[in-house]
């Protein structure tokens, strides 16, 4: 069995981000993280390689910078890593990205690709399933649980309150909650390994069947308006009154006022 991780770099947002004059994220400024839906992602894969001797390939696009994020799911035990990099890539929305990824997925072998459900740097949810549908795949998102049985894979996947149990044949496309699993850490062997091992690199020249007008940003349809970080709210009204009675007088006049109630 053979398995695709891909996995992406994102900024980690407690420090703050970063942006280019064009809205685009300024990645290279910015500290940096494994996605926490794609390293769900990447242990249900390391899960089936303890079971079924799966060869667990992790695959991301990025600036060269990204191979920090290879080499930590090489020391967590995945075998081959693929960075996706040029600087003609840079800027793209989901459709180009996943354009990009899919063109790169082609030169590989795979029975499942999983992803995560989404990055947090853009939480669209859209990069996985349009990775499926240009690779003509049959997809299962928001996994919850990853089962094997012979060339079926049985999907437990969240639903609001309750959640369906889903069965498809390989090859397949998964994307993987962050509540899937608890990921395992890196080991000190894995750490010292991984620094040695060698990254393939994949370039605009490696990628399949894709047009160049469906690349970059100039490939991408998405347009940003506007980008700002997370907006800081006020302190708000403070109100010191001296009963409980005129403190639920109070709260109500509010509520009716705003038309809460």
């Given at each position: 069995?053979?398995?695709?991780?891909?996995?992406?770099?994102?900024?980690?947002?407690?420090?703050?981000?970063?942006?280019?004059?064009?809205?685009?994220?300024?990645?290279?400024?910015?500290?940096?993280?494994?996605?926490?839906?794609?390293?769900?992602?990447?242990?249900?894969?390391?899960?089936?390689?303890?079971?079924?001797?799966?060869?667990?390939?992790?695959?991301?696009?990025?600036?060269?910078?990204?191979?920090?994020?290879?080499?930590?799911?090489?020391?967590?035990?995945?075998?081959?890593?693929?960075?996706?990099?040029?600087?003609?890539?840079?800027?793209?929305?989901?459709?180009?990205?996943?354009?990009?990824?899919?063109?790169?997925?082609?030169?590989?072998?795979?029975?499942?690709?999983?992803?995560?459900?989404?990055?947090?740097?853009?939480?669209?949810?859209?990069?996985?399933?349009?990775?499926?549908?240009?690779?003509?795949?049959?997809?299962?998102?928001?996994?919850?649980?990853?089962?094997?049985?012979?060339?079926?894979?049985?999907?437990?996947?969240?639903?609001?309150?309750?959640?369906?149990?889903?069965?498809?044949?390989?090859?397949?496309?998964?994307?993987?909650?962050?509540?899937?699993?608890?990921?395992?850490?890196?080991?000190?062997?894995?750490?010292?390994?991984?620094?040695?091992?060698e990254i393939t690199t994949y370039s605009r020249a490696e990628l399949i069947d894709v047009e160049d007008g469906d690349l970059g940003l100039n490939g991408s349809p998405t347009k940003i308006a506007k980008a700002s970080d997370k907006?800081?709210?006020?302190?708000?009204?403070?109100?010191?009154?001296?009963?409980?009675?005129?403190?639920?007088?109070?709260?109500?006049?509010?509520?009716?006022?705003?038309?809460?109630?």
């Amino acid at each position: 069995m053979k398995v695709i991780v891909c996995i992406k770099q994102v900024p980690d947002t407690k420090g703050g981000v970063e942006f280019n004059p064009d809205g685009t994220l300024n990645r290279a400024a910015m500290l940096a993280i494994m996605n926490p839906d794609d390293k769900a992602g990447l242990e249900a894969a390391l899960r089936l390689k303890d079971e079924y001797d799966a060869e667990v390939t992790v695959l991301t696009m990025g600036l060269p910078k990204a191979a920090e994020v290879l080499r930590e799911a090489l020391a967590m035990g995945a075998d081959k890593g693929v960075l996706v990099t040029d600087r003609v890539l840079g800027g793209a929305d989901t459709w180009a990205t996943s354009t990009t990824i899919a063109g790169a997925i082609r030169n590989l072998e795979y029975d499942i690709i999983i992803t995560g459900r989404q990055a947090i740097d853009g939480d669209t949810a859209q990069v996985g399933p349009q990775i499926a549908e240009h690779l003509d795949l049959p997809v299962i998102s928001y996994a919850e649980d990853i089962k094997i049985d012979g060339d079926d894979v049985i999907v437990q996947r969240q639903y609001e309150d309750r959640y369906h149990s889903i069965k498809a044949k390989t090859p397949c496309l998964i994307t993987a909650l962050s509540e899937l699993n608890e990921p395992r850490y890196m080991t000190p062997g894995g750490i010292f390994d991984a620094m040695e091992q060698e990254i393939t690199t994949y370039s605009r020249a490696e990628l399949i069947d894709v047009e160049d007008g469906d690349l970059g940003l100039n490939g991408s349809p998405t347009k940003i308006a506007k980008a700002s970080d997370k907006v800081r709210k006020g302190a708000g009204e403070k109100v010191e009154l001296d009963t409980p009675d005129e403190s639920v007088d109070y709260i109500m006049d509010k509520l009716l006022t705003k038309h809460v109630i």
